[in-house]
């Protein structure tokens, strides 16, 4: 058995001999998605599941999530971080994966930038601990297609003239 990281574990994600299949058409859809149909409005006349057009795709244990993400880095300072811009059903939004093994509070903002110059900043808390830790942009609608999303966060040392340590892309 092999234990990949949590990035890399990205795409659709499920048993090899089991197809993704949208909701309606595998039967967990919520009900609000599921009913009587008739095979002229798009259902199937013996069930009475609809077929789902644009449903979003499920494996059993949710919606997919399928993460872009750049190199993992390190700075000589001693950040490590990988960025990614992840994409669920019609959300898009931007995850930084770092540790802070610098022994000092940082600043860093997580932007997240996508079609018609819409960028999505979070200043996220970075503190001394020497432990991963995670920030996330709030999710948008997805706006085009996920490729035109890409994601950078920079690390620097505290105050208005703190010096950039490290910066890290989902693109890079």
């Given at each position: 058995?092999?234990?990949?990281?949590?990035?890399?574990?990205?795409?659709?994600?499920?048993?090899?001999?089991?197809?993704?299949?949208?909701?309606?058409?595998?039967?967990?859809?919520?009900?609000?998605?599921?009913?009587?149909?008739?095979?002229?409005?798009?259902?199937?006349?013996?069930?009475?599941?609809?077929?789902?057009?644009?449903?979003?795709?499920?494996?059993?244990?949710?919606?997919?999530?399928?993460?872009?993400?750049?190199?993992?880095?390190?700075?000589?300072?001693?950040?490590?971080?990988?960025?990614?811009?992840?994409?669920?059903?019609?959300?898009?939004?931007?995850?930084?994966?770092?540790?802070?093994?610098?022994?000092?509070?940082?600043?860093?903002?997580?932007?997240?930038?996508?079609?018609?110059?819409?960028?999505?900043?979070?200043?996220?808390?970075?503190?001394?601990?020497?432990?991963?830790?995670?920030?996330?942009?709030?999710?948008e609608h997805t706006r085009g297609v996920p490729a035109a999303?890409?994601?950078?966060?920079?690390?620097?040392?505290?105050?208005?003239?703190?010096?950039?340590?490290?910066?890290?892309?989902?693109?890079?």
């Open positions: 058995m092999v234990a990949l990281p949590l990035t890399v574990a990205s795409g659709q994600v499920g048993d090899a001999g089991r197809a993704a299949a949208p909701a309606a058409d595998r039967g967990d859809a919520p009900a609000t998605d599921r009913g009587d149909a008739s095979a002229a409005d798009g259902g199937d006349a013996k069930t009475g599941a609809r077929t789902a057009r644009h449903a979003p795709f499920l494996l059993g244990i949710g919606l997919a999530t399928a993460a872009r993400c750049g190199p993992e880095l390190t700075s000589p300072d001693g950040i490590e971080a990988q960025t990614c811009v992840l994409t669920q059903g019609e959300d898009t939004w931007a995850r930084a994966y770092y540790r802070n093994a610098t022994g000092e509070s940082l600043d860093s903002v997580l932007s997240l930038m996508g079609p018609d110059d819409r960028t999505v900043q979070t200043h996220c808390v970075t503190g001394a601990g020497d432990e991963p830790a995670t920030c996330e942009t709030p999710r999303y890409t994601a950078v966060t920079e690390f620097a040392s505290r105050g208005s003239r703190g010096a950039l340590l490290l910066r890290s892309g989902s693109n890079s």
